[in-house]
């Protein structure tokens, strides 16, 4: 999945309709952090978690605990 970079104008748009109105001067910061992580949750879709079971399924109670080194 691809994904088009966030722009000032567009990051002051998404928080004004938000409810968070930003000041001129932080539009390009959250431009910014948006792409960031835009790119992260990118690379964890390509992740390949195969049959491992979602954390609700995980219970700490039953793990066994080996000293051995």
Same mark, same amino acid.
Request: glycine share 4%; charged share 20%.
């Given at each position: ?19 968070? #109105?930003? *000041? @001129?001067? &932080? ?6 952090? %948006? ?18 079971? #979602?954390? *609700? @399924?995980? &219970? ?6 080996? %000293?051995?080194?």
């Amino acid at each position: 999945m691809s994904s088009v970079a966030v722009t000032p104008p567009e990051a002051a748009r998404w928080a004004a309709r938000a409810g968070f #109105p930003l *000041p @001129a001067d &932080r539009h390009a910061g959250v431009a910014a952090t %948006a792409n960031h992580i835009q790119s992260v949750v990118a690379v964890l879709r390509e992740l390949d978690f195969g049959e491992t079971p #979602p954390a *609700p @399924a995980y &219970r700490a109670e039953q793990e066994m605990h080996d %000293a051995a080194v």
